[in-house]
């Protein structure tokens, strides 16, 4: 899809994708909350049908969630991202795609895992990505959302070396969970936590949402 909004995100993408599989593929080895919210997702979702890991980048969360029992498959924007999540994850597919435009059937998911799939994502354009999330849930499906929290803009240049021009956007959990509840979800739970050592991730603090469709 050659949507504007995400032409710039999508190259950027391609340009870093190797280098960021070699960075954070193992990420959530260093994130035990991370990992106890991703095992809760599982357990509500292995038995009810398939699961996206929407913005999957390598594969990292959908390897974990396969592991544990989930009919999951990956979808980012970036074409470079796709084959370097394939290549590190054989037994999983993954496919490109748009979250502003989810060339997914309706009501074909059981749950969506969005792990800083927003971060690129100016705040007007979240409406539409949440209407599209909620599209293609079933009635109880489960979404997982994870994001960096604040109200600024960080403009990066530069990432393990490479030049790239990207935005990345903080949100206020408050201002997020009335988006999903425009778009139709009921907000469960929000946890925030601060950020893990330096060695393990960009020190901001982060928010995880579990959002659900609920039932007609």
Not at 47 to 68: E, N, T
Not at 90 to 113: K, V
Request: hydrophobic content about 45%; aromatic content about 10%.
């Amino acid at each position: 899809m050659n949507d504007y909004r995400s032409q710039s995100v999508r190259e950027n993408y391609n340009q870093i994708a190797d280098e960021y599989a070699k960075n954070l593929f193992h990420e959530l080895d260093g994130k035990p909350l991370d990992r106890e919210l991703l095992d809760r997702f599982a357990a509500e979702t292995q038995s009810r049908g398939r699961v996206c890991d929407i913005g999957c980048g390598p594969g990292q969360v959908a390897r974990y969630l396969k592991a544990r029992g989930c009919d999951v498959f990956g979808l980012d924007l970036s074409p470079a991202m796709v084959q370097q999540a394939q290549q590190l994850n054989p037994e999983i597919h993954f496919r490109e795609g748009n979250m502003l435009e989810l060339a997914l059937d309706d009501i074909s998911l059981a749950g969506i895992a969005a792990f800083y799939a927003i971060v690129n994502l100016r705040a007007e354009w979240l409406a539409q990505v949440f209407r599209e999330m909620a599209r293609v849930l079933m009635p109880n499906g489960l979404l997982l959302l994870a994001f960096h929290t604040g109200d600024r803009v960080v403009q990066v240049n530069e990432m393990w070396g490479r030049a790239i021009a990207m935005k990345f956007f903080f949100f206020d959990p408050e201002s997020i969970r009335r988006k999903l509840e425009a778009a139709g979800f009921v907000v469960e739970h929000v946890i925030e936590r601060g950020p893990y050592a330096p060695e393990v991730e960009h020190q901001s603090h982060r928010a995880y949402i579990f959002a659900r469709k609920p039932c007609a």
